[in-house]
């Protein structure tokens, strides 16, 4: 036989469930703009029918509905979601890192404009045409110098700034190395507390949340991988337990290493390794997890900012021989370009014939241009004894004075073949060929940063779409939850009316 108070007990469950879920809306709506907050829902569920399947039940029609229960408090997310997502940030952080090192090159190298290195030359040779016409023309041979002078500076201020700028990417990339293994710290933090917490089957969604937003932010600087490990004891099924956070490869598919192990709640750092390990002066030759070493480029290649500025700053692939990388090829360039003009350049002003050497009748074969070997465009310069008197300009083919013969012959390096870093090509065309790839990469890299950063959008927004609080639909829930407990206590007064009924007005007759 049911009991009296079976109405009673219904609807106060009733009103506590609907209670909660007013709680947990208020909760959603006061967290609506805190960055990475995941809306949450209370999970109803029937509490057990009465009576129960037994012997000794009490005959009734059926089974009664004994009311609602919260559940659990679970939030909304979908894990694919997220998955693709850290994908697409992972790519955005890779052309967008090495999309900003190509702009940077771009506005060093400035071409084609009235002061990059194309119309310094261009200049340089319109003074030897000039000379050679006016061999004897002390201010023609006074441009010549001046302008010489002008290519050594554009040369020296090309190294300069490019090796600048990639000392600048190495501090970046120090940076982010550490920026890293302070996300995987705090990951690992998280996942104590979080297993902590679910062990006494409860749900820690702020704690999940908090994991999820340094998950993201970890998956622009490197490819990262997530599984997770069950936290035992009495945590719920829908638990997240801990993750266990991989680095893998631009495909996802290669493991490279493990940044944060889950099972063992311990972080391996990650540690670059340089040519020259006491300056940091050298490529990158090396990187480990841990104590693990792993090769460098080709398993960070297209991984995330981390593989960017990798390949921005240099790396070396077979023992620090041979160094690569956007910089490196460009600073390659400059010197192989530097030293292959100075040197013909020089062969054929060492075959005139100065005013001094046609004075004194003896030919010296002089230079014009100096180079330090190990760095020619950055040490490129006029040499000391052309600064030192215009005489030593050797104008002349034929040891008269007046003839232009060999500055005509010195203009003509601008159209003459040589060999530049094992190409056979003129000065001209090797340096736009130089600027010409520069252009492409830099192009490339602005589209397929744009495209990642429309493809990271439309996720994040069909992501947002899920998890994100909807100040509309949480007033709705509000008003849906206020009538169920409004009703829940309107329920309670009608019980009670007709408990009273039955205790106070049953059994007078005959009073």
């Given amino acids: 036989m049911l009991s009296t108070f079976h109405g009673l007990e219904t609807v106060r469950r009733g009103m506590t469930a609907q209670q909660q879920a007013l709680y947990v809306t208020g909760h959603n709506i006061a967290n609506a703009n805190t960055p990475g907050y995941s809306r949450q829902r209370v999970n109803f569920e029937q509490t057990p029918p009465y009576p129960f399947a037994s012997k000794n039940r009490p005959v009734i029609p059926g089974q009664m509905g004994t009311g609602v229960e919260g559940g659990t408090v679970q ?8 998955v693709q997502y850290r994908g697409e940030n992972m790519k955005y952080g890779y052309w967008n890192t090495r999309a900003e090192a190509l702009y940077k090159m771009e506005e060093i190298m400035n071409e084609p404009s009235d002061e990059g290195l194309a119309k310094t030359l261009d200049r340089f040779w319109q003074s030897l045409q000039d000379l050679a016409v006016n061999p004897s023309n002390s201010g023609a041979r006074s441009v010549v110098r001046q302008r010489g002078m002008a290519v050594a500076e554009t040369f ?7 090796k600048s700028i990639r000392d600048d990417i190495k501090n970046e990339l120090d940076v982010t190395v550490k920026a890293v293994n302070s996300l995987a710290r705090q990951l690992n933090d998280i996942n104590k507390q979080i297993s902590e917490v679910e062990v006494h089957g409860y749900l820690p969604n702020d704690l999940y949340d908090e994991r999820n937003r340094l998950l993201d932010e970890l998956s622009q600087y490197v490819n990262v991988k997530v599984t997770p490990v069950p936290s035992g004891g009495s945590a719920l099924k829908i638990a997240e337990g801990r993750f266990t956070v991989e680095l893998v490869d631009r495909t996802g598919s290669t493991v490279i290493g493990t940044l944060v192990d889950g099972r063992l709640g311990q972080v391996n750092e990650l540690q670059l390794s340089y040519q020259d390990n006491i300056t940091k002066t050298g490529p990158i030759v090396g990187f480990s997890l841990g104590n693990t070493t792993f090769s460098t480029f080709e ?21 620090g021989t041979t160094t690569k990388g956007l910089y490196p090829d460009m600073l390659s360039g400059l010197n192989a370009m530097a030293k292959a003009f100075a040197d013909e350049f020089n062969t054929v002003h060492s075959n005139g014939w100065s005013v001094t050497e046609i004075k004194n009748n003896t030919k010296d074969g002089k230079s014009f241009f100096t180079y330090d070997l190990n760095d020619p465009a950055g040490t490129f310069d006029v040499a ?29 390096v601008k159209n003459g073949t040589m060999n530049i870093a094992g190409n056979t090509t003129t000065i001209q065309n090797f340096y736009e060929s130089l600027i010409g790839q520069m252009a492409v990469n830099a192009q490339e890299a602005k589209r397929l940063s744009e495209n990642s950063e429309v493809l990271r959008q439309s996720v994040d927004e069909r992501r947002m779409a899920v998890s994100s609080v909807s100040l509309d ?12 407990y409004n009703a829940s206590a309107r329920m309670i007064t009608m019980i009670d009316q007709m408990l009273d009924k039955i205790i106070n007005n049953m059994g007078i007759v005959g009073r």
């Fill in 75 to 82: 939030r909304m997310r979908e894990e694919f979601l997220d």
């Fill in 299 to 319: 398993r960070l290649k297209e991984n995330g900012k981390i593989g960017a500025l990798l390949y921005s700053y240099g790396y070396s692939e077979d023992g």
């Fill in 384 to 412: 000391q004894i052309i600064k030192d008197s215009l005489d030593n300009i050797a104008a002349s083919g034929t040891g008269q004075i007046g003839d232009g013969s060999n500055a005509q012959a010195l203009a003509e």
């Fill in 473 to 484: 639909e949480e007033m709705m829930n509000m008003m849906k939850f206020q009538h169920a």
């Fill in 156 to 162: 020296h201020y090309l190294s300069s700034s490019l």
